[in-house]
């Protein structure tokens, strides 16, 4: 670049010898005298000797001795890499104690506090006597070790590394890298968490230094004097309590238990950092320099810190746990790896065969299979055990010759016991069955063997029904409550719950506030179209027609208005409108599907309230429209629609009628679908109410009707008296709506529009979490998808 090199020092011969053309240049160190040192970065270097040194801090004279004073001063010391922390430890602890005395910044202090700070000071000269050799290792290609050690007291807790390196002669040697220290907390802390602080501050120190030589942290070797920290390193963290466990997790996340030793606090350098010492004594410690002794002379460093562990249980800061004690007998854990009948009595019939060998080697059986006797053999020594574990005071009374108790479950089969069996007694001695369908064995109930036997028969009948399964478990077993059992076994086979699933209907969400609400007929309307519809012409040799319905139905009640149009435009849909509005009234909001000659009629809407009167511009018809492909949402037109469409099919047939004709026919249909469902009014009955045909009034009204704020009592008394005369209608209209569940049973084809779930309970909520499901869809029954709950969202 150009730039000339300035200020720089070597203390290298060789190097300084290549620059002779640079001696005329003050900047340039290139004779070194032995006493001669270089100032670099806060540090003293001593290039002919390669070491650092550290001169004493002069004392500024001052009036007067404060806490400022005492912070400058201890801070005058630069110390970068922790070779002087045993000694300016003592500094630290000393501030931590005028701290607690809470004076000002330029306060001045106590003249105790005064003698001892200037005692301290008075030491820190003696850091001239301190040598630290700049090189660490032999060689850069030197085989290293890095070793760390922790300590703390009640004061001060730190950590110091040393790096051990090995000599082309094969011997070892040892010196101090770094160090940290941190003051004790006022807290007062016990012994073990400070040391397992200092821990944790040697793990952080190892992770920087790991990071800057390149090296491993996991291959560290790391040391403590504390057995209990050693303990807790070794333990389950989720046993210690928060304060200790979130210290061990850390270390742990850096490091692992077998790389933590223990050592002795006489061999334990850190155990400076905790206590501190003077600056002479550290210039001249063998211990704080180059570690424990057996780092340099040592072969198998690795093999130093036998202790005797403290068990887990005697560990300090534990959490109380509470033990539970479950015996299981040996039977149940051999029941509990199977899962079929078949594999169970197999399983049992090879280890019987393995006992029988180990006993007697010829009289096994050498055959690879096992025979029918095995398995009889092995199928009566589970039921024994099964009615072992089942009976016990029935099989102690019969041992006994005992009549058992008047209370037992098998009291009324007249029970007695053969080959260790309990077998039903019955009236059926006399008979020609077999043995085995006169004296069936007895089975518990709810008993795992019980459920395996169930389900083999179930599948060996090919899926059978609970009648059919339970006369075939009665040949040979007689479990109790047979039926439950059978009946559960089926409803429990995933195979036939699929082939003959269970529909279960969603609850249907409440009404609308449009639906329950007293208003004018059609003041809000629901609009849909229908069709088509084949028309012919008056005139011979014109062709056949096409034309739709349009249908509008009042929220409030259920009244219908029918119009017929010729195209789906939007401009028939207008006229259709018009004619609505003019024998129904101005509705105030209108509803429908999202039918393109909807959306574009909402378009043309307001232009078209123009030229009906200025003043119901600012009114305007309020158009709400469904969301698109949801048709269920307005189930209350297309139910009007359905109405229609069933007498509209009947008395058309294959005729077609003229236009004229058909608009007669559909307004006789508006009437006829107008009246009370049967669902509300049965025949014969006389609830006093009316239907919805005749409230329907020529209300040609544009502007909604405005508030009654001026009108006389008369006038509000008329109108309250028109009100309650549609109450009847609605009081019975509301009660058939107040139902949260549709009847779908009577039409199988409402089904087909529902995702129908199985084997689930619906919540008023949500569905539950975790349930496997099936989906209903245009395919045979055994190509349902099987889908899994999730997730549930509000």
């Given at each position: 670049?150009?730039?000339?090199?300035?200020?720089?020092?070597?203390?290298?011969?060789?190097?300084?010898?290549r620059?002779?053309?640079?001696?005329?240049?003050?900047?340039?160190?290139?004779?070194?005298?032995?006493?001669?040192?270089?100032?670099?970065?806060?540090?003293?270097?001593?290039?002919?000797?390669?070491?650092?040194?550290?001169?004493?801090?002069?004392?500024?004279?001052?009036?007067?001795?404060?806490?400022?004073?005492?912070?400058?001063?201890?801070?005058?010391?630069?110390?970068?890499?922790?070779?002087?922390?045993?000694?300016?430890?003592?500094?630290?602890?000393?501030?931590?104690?005028?701290?607690?005395?809470?004076?000002?910044?330029?306060?001045?202090?106590?003249?105790?506090?005064?003698?001892?700070?200037d005692?301290?000071?008075?030491?820190?000269?003696?850091?001239?006597?301190?040598?630290?050799?700049?090189?660490?290792?032999?060689?850069?290609?030197?085989?290293?070790?890095?070793?760390g050690?922790?300590?703390?007291?009640?004061?001060a807790?730190?950590?110091?590394?040393?790096?051990?390196?090995?000599?082309?002669?094969?011997?070892?040697?040892?010196?101090?890298?770094?160090?940290?220290?941190?003051?004790?907390?006022?807290?007062?802390?016990?012994?073990?968490?400070?040391?397992l602080?200092?821990?944790?501050?040697?793990?952080?120190l190892?992770?920087?230094?790991?990071?800057?030589?390149?090296?491993?942290?996991?291959?560290?070797?790391?040391?403590?004097?504390?057995?209990?920290?050693?303990?807790?390193?070794?333990?389950?963290?989720?046993?210690?309590?928060?304060?200790?466990?979130?210290?061990?997790?850390?270390?742990?996340?850096?490091t692992?238990?077998?790389?933590?030793?223990?050592?002795?606090?006489?061999?334990?350098?850190?155990?400076?950092?905790?206590?501190?010492?003077?600056?002479r004594?550290?210039?001249?410690?063998?211990?704080?320099?180059?570690?424990?002794?057996?780092?340099?002379?040592?072969?198998?460093?690795?093999?130093?810190?036998?202790?005797?562990?403290?068990?887990?249980?005697?560990?300090?800061?534990q959490?109380?746990?509470?033990?539970?004690l479950?015996?299981?007998?040996?039977?149940?854990?051999?029941?509990?790896?199977?899962?079929?009948?078949?594999?169970?009595?197999?399983?049992?019939a090879?280890?019987?065969?393995?006992?029988?060998?180990?006993r007697?080697?010829?009289?096994?059986?050498?055959?690879?299979?096992?025979?029918?006797?095995?398995?009889?053999?092995?199928?009566?020594?589970?039921?024994?055990?099964?009615?072992?574990e089942?009976?016990?005071?029935?099989?102690?009374?019969?041992?006994?010759?005992?009549d058992?108790?008047?209370?037992?479950?098998?009291?009324?089969?007249?029970?007695?016991?053969?080959?260790?069996?309990i077998?039903?007694?019955?009236?059926?001695?006399?008979?020609?069955?077999?043995?085995?369908?006169?004296?069936?064995?007895?089975?518990?109930?709810?008993?795992?063997?019980?459920?395996?036997?169930?389900?083999?028969?179930?599948?060996?009948?090919?899926h059978c029904?609970?009648?059919?399964?339970?006369?075939?478990?009665?040949?040979?077993?007689?479990?109790?409550?047979?039926?439950?059992?059978?009946?559960?076994?089926?409803?429990?086979?995933?195979?036939?719950?699929?082939a003959?699933?269970?529909?279960?209907?969603?609850?249907?969400?409440?009404?609308?506030?449009?639906?329950?609400?007293?208003?004018?007929p059609?003041?809000?309307?629901?609009?849909?179209?229908?069709?088509?519809?084949?028309?012919?012409?008056?005139?011979?040799?014109?062709?056949?027609?096409?034309?739709?319905?349009?249908?509008f139905?009042?929220?409030?009640?259920?009244?219908?208005?029918?119009?017929?149009?010729e195209?789906?435009?939007?401009?028939?849909?207008?006229?259709?409108?018009?004619?609505?509005?003019?024998?129904?009234?101005?509705?105030k909001?209108?509803?429908?599907?999202?039918?393109?000659?909807?959306?574009?009629?909402?378009?043309?809407?307001?232009?078209?309230?123009?030229?009906?009167?200025?003043?119901?511009?600012?009114?305007?018809?309020?158009?709400?429209?469904?969301?698109?492909?949801?048709?269920?949402?307005?189930?209350?037109?297309?139910?009007?629609?359905?109405?229609?469409?069933?007498?509209?099919a009947?008395?058309?047939?294959?005729?077609?009628?003229?236009?004229?004709?058909?608009?007669?026919?559909?307004?006789?249909?508006?009437?006829?679908t107008?009246?009370?469902?049967?669902?509300?009014?049965?025949?014969?009955?006389?609830?006093?109410?009316?239907?919805?045909?005749?409230?329907?009034?020529?209300?040609?009204?544009?502007?909604?009707?405005q508030?009654?704020?001026y009108?006389?009592?008369?006038?509000?008394k008329?109108?309250?008296?028109?009100?309650?005369?549609?109450?009847?209608?609605?009081?019975?209209?509301?009660?058939n709506?107040?139902?949260?569940?549709?009847?779908?049973?009577?039409?199988?084809?409402?089904?087909?529009?529902?995702?129908?779930?199985?084997?689930?309970?619906?919540?008023?909520?949500?569905?539950?979490?975790?349930?496997?499901?099936?989906?209903?869809?245009?395919?045979?029954?055994?190509?349902?998808?099987?889908?899994?709950?999730?997730?549930?969202?509000?």
């Open positions: 670049m150009g730039l000339p090199l300035r200020k720089w020092c070597s203390n290298s011969s060789a190097i300084r010898a620059l002779s053309e640079f001696s005329e240049d003050p900047l340039f160190a290139l004779e070194i005298q032995k006493e001669d040192a270089v100032k670099s970065l806060g540090l003293h270097w001593k290039p002919a000797e390669d070491e650092f040194r550290f001169y004493g801090v002069m004392k500024v004279n001052t009036s007067k001795t404060t806490k400022r004073v005492i912070l400058s001063d201890l801070n005058k010391v630069f110390d970068p890499l922790g070779f002087l922390v045993p000694v300016l430890i003592k500094g630290k602890i000393f501030i931590q104690q005028i701290w607690q005395l809470k004076v000002d910044w330029d306060s001045t202090l106590p003249e105790d506090i005064q003698r001892r700070w005692i301290f000071y008075t030491e820190l000269e003696d850091l001239r006597l301190v040598k630290v050799p700049r090189c660490t290792s032999v060689t850069a290609r030197s085989q290293i070790e890095i070793h050690f922790c300590d703390a007291s009640q004061e807790y730190g950590a110091c590394v040393y790096v051990r390196s090995k000599d082309q002669s094969h011997k070892w040697h040892s010196r101090l890298l770094c160090a940290r220290s941190r003051v004790a907390s006022l807290k007062g802390e016990s012994i073990p968490r400070l040391e602080s200092g821990a944790l501050t040697l793990v952080h190892i992770s920087k230094l790991a990071s800057a030589w390149e090296v491993n942290c996991r291959e560290c070797y790391l040391w403590t004097d504390s057995t209990i920290v050693l303990g807790w390193l070794n333990a389950q963290a989720i046993r210690l309590k928060v304060y200790v466990a979130n210290r061990v997790t850390q270390i742990l996340e850096l692992d238990p077998k790389q933590w030793r223990h050592i002795s606090t006489e061999e334990n350098p850190a155990d400076m950092i905790s206590r501190g010492i003077s600056a004594l550290l210039s001249n410690s063998e211990l704080w320099w180059n570690g424990p002794k057996w780092l340099s002379d040592s072969d198998n460093a690795s093999i130093q810190g036998v202790y005797s562990p403290i068990e887990e249980y005697n560990l300090p800061e959490r109380p746990l509470q033990l539970s479950v015996i299981v007998a040996n039977i149940d854990k051999i029941f509990q790896h199977y899962s079929q009948w078949n594999r169970l009595r197999k399983g049992v090879w280890l019987r065969r393995f006992i029988e060998f180990l007697s080697k010829s009289l096994v059986s050498k055959t690879k299979y096992l025979t029918l006797g095995e398995l009889k053999k092995a199928e009566h020594w589970i039921l024994v055990r099964v009615q072992a089942a009976f016990p005071e029935e099989i102690s009374a019969y041992k006994a010759n005992k058992i108790s008047p209370r037992s479950k098998l009291k009324s089969l007249a029970p007695f016991m053969r080959n260790g069996l077998l039903v007694g019955g009236r059926l001695s006399n008979s020609d069955l077999t043995e085995e369908q006169k004296y069936p064995i007895v089975l518990p109930y709810q008993h795992k063997i019980t459920k395996l036997i169930f389900t083999h028969v179930h599948h060996e009948l090919l029904g609970p009648q059919l399964l339970l006369s075939a478990i009665r040949q040979v077993y007689w479990p109790l409550k047979g039926r439950l059992l059978a009946r559960y076994t089926v409803h429990r086979c995933i195979p036939c719950v699929r003959k699933p269970k529909f279960q209907i969603p609850l249907m969400a409440p009404l609308p506030q449009q639906r329950v609400q007293c208003s004018r059609f003041s809000i309307t629901g609009v849909d179209f229908a069709g088509p519809v084949m028309t012919r012409s008056g005139s011979r040799g014109r062709v056949n027609k096409k034309a739709w319905i349009s249908l139905i009042c929220f409030a009640t259920k009244a219908v208005h029918i119009e017929v149009v195209d789906l435009t939007s401009q028939s849909f207008i006229a259709a409108l018009r004619r609505f509005m003019a024998r129904r009234g101005k509705p909001e209108v509803w429908s599907d999202n039918g393109t000659n909807f959306v574009g009629a909402r378009k043309e809407l307001t232009t078209y309230l123009k030229s009906i009167e200025s003043s119901s511009v600012e009114e305007g018809i309020s158009w709400h429209f469904n969301p698109p492909s949801a048709p269920h949402f307005g189930g209350l037109w297309e139910s009007a629609v359905k109405s229609a469409k069933y007498h509209l009947r008395v058309l047939k294959d005729s077609h009628l003229t236009v004229t004709e058909l608009q007669t026919l559909m307004c006789q249909i508006e009437t006829t107008g009246n009370f469902d049967e669902s509300v009014q049965e025949e014969g009955e006389n609830t006093g109410g009316e239907d919805s045909s005749h409230e329907l009034v020529l209300d040609n009204e544009i502007i909604p009707p508030s009654d704020r009108s006389t009592p008369k006038s509000k008329q109108n309250n008296s028109k009100v309650q005369k549609m109450t009847p209608f609605q009081k019975e209209l509301l009660s709506l107040a139902t949260t569940e549709e009847d779908v049973t009577s039409d199988p084809k409402t089904i087909s529009f529902l995702f129908i779930v199985v084997l689930l309970y619906i919540t008023k909520v949500a569905l539950l979490l975790h349930f496997i499901m099936l989906i209903q869809q245009n395919v045979v029954f055994k190509k349902w998808l099987v889908s899994f709950t999730l997730n549930v969202e509000d």
